[in-house]
């Protein structure tokens, strides 16, 4: 009895009153390739750890665009190619303003950058820096986001 409920409380119950993950937009930026490559990473507001320009879709664009959206305002990047597909998704559980956090699938696009400007929206609020692929990797504290660097 005990096993059946536990089944019932895991397939049947706890689905309908868990809400699903929302959804976030995020940008590798990128400069080089092979042995070369540099991502950017940049700083969070709140807590200053590091992480990839990304936030919510925004309407009237694609995903991808949204995530070039989020690497303008977050990072200053001037895109000079933008992969129109996902290189991959990873969780993570985002702290919202008003308190209390909500359980994100995110999206990541690549995007090839042309140049960075200084004048950006977050510019005053954000520190910005290249490194490789390893050294992101072990910046960023998501164990998803970690392997889609090391996989990048």
Known sequence: MVGFLKKAW????????QRPNRVQVAAICYQGSGADRKVLVITSRETKRWILPKGWPIDGLDANSAAAQEAWEEA??????????PIGTYDYEKRMDEGGTVSCETQVYAIEVDHLVDDFPEASERTRKWVSLAEAAELVDEPGLQDILRNF
């Open 10 to 17: 895991a397939e049947v119950v706890q689905p309908l009153i």
């Open 76 to 85: 200053g990047v001037k895109p000079a190619n933008i992969n129109p597909d």
